[in-house]
């Protein structure tokens, strides 16, 4: 609740060192971060202006030299965004944040595709989501994000906000046939991870059912935490037919 908090963003804005500008903001996000109050003036829309006023100036640069700004913009909206939406006090939030996040889904950057949405995912996880996120929009921003093969954090991270996305809204018609061939990329690899990631994105869809043969596979060839989510879906594949499931 220092005064010289919300100072960090305007040394950032003034600084002519990108290096400089890069710090603050990290050290603005690791404060936010850590922090369990911050002054609610702290939070207008005035005071963090800066921040989003640099990220504006950043997108004209070449991507070399924006990226490292960019990135520390994106999680520092990010922190702030779930401080807004897991605080007791009501507080707004800036009002282009949503609009920041998908941009940064489709930016050159790997690290600022899975900053952005390891940010979404998080706020997916409080109530007031939706006040920020349109759930149609994200959907489609989501299903057209660009995974880095060299990041398989991104990869999780991706499919926890597909899991996330879908537990609060059914799964758009066109996006199905996607939906599908992940799921069943998930169950059929050697990673227990990813297929257990499999079963949590196939119920949040109620697809289970599509794939009974790949999860019966997966059932039959684990052992464990894996296995009992397994044949936790065959009892419910086969909630109504008892001789089947024998």
């Not at 997966?218 to 086969?238: D, H, P, Q, R, W």
């Amino acid at each position: 609740n220092s005064i010289y908090f919300p100072q960090l963003l305007v040394l950032a804005k003034e600084s002519t060192s990108d290096s400089f500008t890069s710090g603050c903001i990290l050290l603005y996000a690791v404060i936010v971060n850590k922090t369990s109050e911050i002054n609610p003036d702290f939070l207008k829309e005035e005071v963090l202006a800066p921040l989003f006023e640099i990220y504006d100036a950043a997108k004209k640069k070449p991507i070399k030299q924006s990226s490292k700004i960019i990135r520390k913009i994106i999680i520092s909206v990010g922190e702030l965004a779930y401080f807004i939406a897991s605080s007791p006090v009501s507080i707004g939030f800036p009002k282009s944040t949503g609009e920041l996040f998908l941009e940064a889904l489709k930016s050159n950057d790997p690290c600022t595709r899975h900053y952005a949405i390891r940010s979404i995912s998080n706020i997916l996880t409080t109530t007031r989501y939706d006040e920020i996120l349109n759930l149609a929009k994200l959907e489609k921003a989501v299903n057209e994000f660009e995974n880095d093969d060299e990041q398989p954090n991104m990869f999780d991270t991706y499919v926890i906000c597909l899991v996330l996305i879908y537990t609060k809204k059914a799964v758009d018609e066109k996006y199905k046939s996607n939906i599908e061939d992940l799921i069943r990329k998930l169950l059929t690899t050697n990673s227990s991870t990813a297929r257990t990631m499999g079963i949590i994105l196939s119920a949040a869809t109620n697809t289970l059912s599509n794939f009974q043969s790949e999860l019966e596979s997966v059932n039959n060839n684990s052992i464990g935490e894996l296995k009992s989510k397994a044949l936790l879906t065959m009892c419910l594949i086969y909630e109504n037919d008892i001789k089947g499931f024998s």
